[in-house]
């Protein structure tokens, strides 16, 4: 039986760094990268030494994460490991986003998430670990940032409790919590054709270094992992005030007037 490392959202930023970051850290027959854009995760099989499986599917469309499930059933592996990378965002008001773009970014924030993770657990034996990427929005209610904090919400409590649930399995499980992170997460999340929703950024991290403190702390079994001394100290503050007083603090840092138009 060969043992394997799965990757999702494996074509660019947080995905593409626990790639390369993970092959130096657990020694694997194959790592299997999941990800729209197939020409990327072959660029990047030329990078590693690990055998690369690319597969190409987008994984907010439930048939074809059904391509996946069958793979495992045909090969049956041994998977040590399953990081979740995949996800989008949008900042804007409620109103301004489209509603297939909302639905969309639960899809691929939550469903896949779960789809995925449900898919891998029976090949997983004893010591595996599944790495969840969730964000620092979701310690508390963003407004502009609605739906996308709300999945990575759901992502945080869905984690440190399927940690729980597996103890008996010994499969550990660890929510990834970043700030504001420097990846191409940005190219969608905004509009560059529109007036910035976000005009304040406390502090860019480096994604590299995010991915190297997750893997550190999943191998060390914590349920969450959080980076960087401002991420840490706003998990610490949104938890001792009121989440009404948060988001006043957030909407008046960034200007926002309450209505669709932003400003």
């Given amino acids: 039986m060969k043992n394997i490392i799965v990757i999702t959202g494996a074509s660019s ?6 790639v390369k970051q993970i092959e130096q850290k657990e020694k694997v027959d194959e790592i299997w990268v999941l990800a729209r854009r197939e020409d990327r995760l072959i660029e ?17 469309n439930m048939e074809q994460i059904d391509v996946y499930k069958q793979k495992l059933e045909k090969e049956c592996p041994n998977v040590v490991l399953l990081a979740n990378c995949s996800g989008f965002g949008k900042f804007d008001h409620f109103e301004n986003i489209p509603l297939e773009t909302e639905l ?22 004893r010591g595996a670990k599944i790495i969840n990427i969730a964000s620092c929005s979701a310690f508390q209610p963003i407004p502009y940032v609605n739906i996308y904090a709300s999945t990575k919400a759901f992502l945080l409590h869905f984690s440190r409790a399927l940690n729980v649930e597996l103890k008996y399995k010994g499969i550990s499980v660890t929510a990834v919590c970043p700030f504001w992170t420097k990846t ?5 999340a905004v509009n560059k054709e529109k007036k910035e929703v976000v005009i304040k950024y406390s502090v860019i991290y480096d994604s590299q270094k995010v991915v190297a403190k997750a893997i550190k702390d999943a191998y060390k079994g914590k349920d969450v992992s959080v ?10 503050l949104v938890k001792m005030l009121p989440h009404k007083l948060v988001m006043k603090i957030w909407c008046n840092q960034q200007k926002f007037n309450g209505t669709p138009d932003i400003r």
Avoid at 13 to 18: A, L, N, S, T, V
Avoid at 44 to 60: C, F, M, N, Q, R
Avoid at 184 to 188: K, N, Q
Wanted: glycine share 6%; net charge positive; no cysteine.
């Fill in 13 to 18: 930023g947080i995905g593409k760094d626990f």
């Fill in 44 to 60: 990047l099989s030329k990078e590693l030494h690990t055998k690369i499986v690319p597969i190409a599917i987008d994984l907010s």
């Fill in 104 to 125: 969309n970014m639960i899809d691929l924030n939550v469903k896949a998430v779960v789809s995925m993770t449900s898919y891998t657990i029976p090949y997983m034996t």
């Fill in 184 to 188: 191409e997460f940005f190219d969608r």
């Fill in 227 to 236: 980076y960087g001394g401002k991420n840490n100290f706003q998990r610490l």
